[in-house]
């Protein structure tokens, strides 16, 4: 119902910069929440930061100050924009939806395929 698609990742050097960007397509007449999580190696995937339709953001504490997420929801995309990046920031970065109405339903949870972050020291 909802398809997503990352693009950005990539691997710089630590206090460098990337910006990661998620497309949503689909016949989608409605987004909620979009977000951006991320799982290394042997770790959980946890949250990195994730945007509401009216534009409440909610950041890990250990990105915030460094990364911004954005959206536009015209064209059901997300943006996280990374600066400063650590060694410890390198993982496989994951878009979100958490829910979206596609053909007059709701529809729950949707995941991107993931994009390789690699932060050097």
């Known amino acids: 119902q909802v398809q997503l698609v990352e693009s950005g990742g990539g691997l710089v050097q630590a206090g460098g910069s990337l910006r990661l960007s998620c497309a949503a397509s689909?016949?989608?007449?409605?987004?909620?929440?979009m977000g951006w999580y991320r799982q290394a190696p042997a770790k959980q995937r946890e949250l990195v930061a994730t945007i509401t339709s009216s534009g409440t953001t909610i950041s890990a504490d250990s990105v915030k100050d460094r990364f911004t997420i954005s959206r536009d929801n015209a064209k059901n995309t997300v943006a996280l924009q990374m600066n400063s990046l650590r060694p410890e920031d390198t993982a496989v970065y994951y878009c979100n939806v958490d829910r979206a109405i596609v053909a007059s339903k709701w529809y729950f949870d949707f995941w991107g395929q993931g994009t390789q972050v690699t932060v050097s020291s």
């Open positions: 689909g016949s989608i007449s409605r987004i909620d929440t």
